[in-house]
C-alpha cells in the first residue's frame, strides 16, 4: 500500500537548519510531484513547497522563499526539505504529501505522511 | 493571494443530520477546490477533488459542488466517524491556499 514515512523532525533554536525527510514506498515515485504541507499548532493547514515527479519545477510559497529548499531522489523514493534560517514561526507539523496525478501536477494531495514536530525556539 | 473563507467555523450535529459547509474564494478559481478531512492528531484525509469528484474509498454520502468562487461539501447523513475538522484547498494558483477549517462536533 502507499506509505509516506517523514523524518528529521526535532527542536532547534533559531537561524539553524534541519533537514527533513520523506521515504516513499508502495507506488511509483518517480511519477508524482510531491509537497510539504505544514501545520502550526491548533491552526490550519499551509502549503509550503512543490517539486515536479522529474525535480525539473519546484515552487515555494512566499514565506519560505530563499530558506527552504524542496528536492527528491528518485532512485532512493525520497524527498527532503532543507530548511534554513529557521523562525519561531515555522514551528509546525509538516507533512510529505503525494500529487493527486501523475506526471502533470494538479495541487491535491491524495496520500499523506504521518508529519513530524519541527519546533524552533530557544 | 486566493484567500479561501469557510463557513461556518465550528457547528455542532447529530448523527443522522444532513451537513452543509460553505467554501468561498476571494476570486474565481473554476472548479479548482478540494476538499479534506482531519481528525486530531492525524494527518488530513482527501474527500473530493475538482469540486464534486468523490476520492477512491470514501463513502457517498459525502459530495460536493460549485464552481467560480462558491463551493459546497455537503455530508447527507453523519456518521459517527465524521466528527472532523474539515478543510477546503484551492489548487487553481499558487500558493494553493486552504480554508481556516470547519470543526464538526456532536451536539
Known sequence: ??????????VVQPGRSLRLSCAASGFTFSSYAMHWVRQAPGKGLEWVAVIWYDGS??????????????????SKNTLYLQMNSLRAEDT???????????????????????????TVSS | DIQMTQSPSSLSASVGDRVTITCRASQGISRYLNWYQQKPGKAPKLLIYAASTLQSGVPSRFSGSGSGTDFTLTISSLQPEDFATYYCQQSYSTPRTFGQGTKVEVK
Open chain 1, 92 to 118: 509546525a507539523v509538516y507533512y510529505c504529501a503525494r500529487d493527486g496525478m501523475t506526471t502533470v501536477t494538479a495541487y491535491y494531495f491524495d496520500c499523506w505522511g504521518q508529519g513530524t514536530l519541527v
Open chain 1, 1 to 10: 500500500q502507499v506509505q509516506l514515512v517523514e523524518s528529521g523532525g526535532g
Open chain 1, 57 to 74: 519545477n519546484k515552487y515555494y510559497t512566499d514565506s519560505v522563499k530563499g530558506r527552504f529548499t524542496i528536492s527528491r531522489d528518485n
